[in-house]
């Protein structure tokens, strides 16, 4: 879909795009093919897309004999979507996608990717529920605004390594694959997007309970992330049983949680277990 359908397409409908919604619809067609062709989609296999707009991905998608399962917030676009794309695989649920209970809609048991122009304005959140589900999917591969690309992908030390650089770490490799410009939006974004693919690690994190545990852990450091560590969980375990666990794996009171492995994140949470 190229500016002058999608045009169309909103004068149709009366609609202008909310910037509140991050509603920023790709109208490029060449980086439409590469995103599919990037992702190798598989007939039969099920798709979760958020954000579907006017459905310029989703068709490229469907025609691939793909199951999509589309979420879409705005009432007005699932109302296009309902009347224009007439097909048996696709499922659409109008709802606000950081509500959306993920584990109903994809079981244990039931293989899934998910592929989007992700709203920005949803994206933080959006992720952190695909990191919390026991089933999550395999792959991934998002439309983001730039800078949140960079975190996501962050490595210790670095400036926009944080929790959620360390939570995607826990059971993701995360690459930016391609930087975007904002010529290939309507209406153009003013800063930059990046292309970003997760890979569900064979070796990551499965125990949710233990990832539970963990991501609190995460969370509650880099809240007060000038503090020293050590300090921030004596608030919540004690002194000793975080001189203990500190000690257990080769960390110090003093250090600051920008600078650790998600590896020792998750022996951490190991050590500092629920009874303590």
Not at 229 to 236: C, E, H, V
Request: glycine share 6%.
């Amino acid at each position: 879909m190229n500016k002058k359908e999608l045009l169309k397409e909103l004068e149709k409908i009366g609609m202008r795009p909310g910037r509140g919604l991050g509603q920023n619809f790709l109208i490029d067609n060449n980086l439409l093919d590469w995103i599919v062709r990037r992702n190798a989609p598989v007939s039969g296999e099920d798709v979760l897309e958020v954000g579907p707009g006017f459905g310029a991905l989703t068709r490229k998608m469907l025609e691939c004999g793909i199951n999509v399962t589309a979420v879409e917030f705005d009432h007005r676009i699932a109302e296009y979507l309902r009347r224009e794309l007439t097909v048996p695989n696709l499922t659409l649920i109008e709802a606000d996608a950081c509500h959306v209970d993920y584990a109903e809609l994809f079981p244990k048991g039931r293989v899934f990717r998910s592929i989007a122009n992700l709203p920005y304005s949803i994206s933080t959140i959006f992720i952190a529920k695909m990191l919390e589900l026991e089933n999550a999917p395999v792959e991934m591969f998002f439309m983001l605004q730039k800078e949140m690309g960079e975190r996501l992908a962050a490595e210790p030390g670095s400036k926009a390594y944080g929790a959620l650089s360390v939570r995607c770490a826990f059971r993701y490799e995360v690459k930016i694959e391609k930087i975007i410009p904002p010529t290939v939006f309507y209406p153009a974004p003013e800063v930059e997007s990046a292309l970003v693919s997760f890979k569900l690690k064979k070796d990551g994190e499965q125990d949710i309970n233990l990832l539970k545990r963990a991501t609190g852990i995460v969370k509650s450091v880099f809240l007060q992330r000038r503090k020293q560590m050590g300090k921030i969980l004596a608030s919540s375990y004690g002194r000793e049983n975080v001189e203990k666990a500190l000690e257990a794996t080769g960390l110090t009171w003093e250090m600051r949680p920008d600078k650790i492995t998600h590896e020792k994140f998750i022996e951490l949470a190991r050590e500092l277990a629920p009874n303590t």
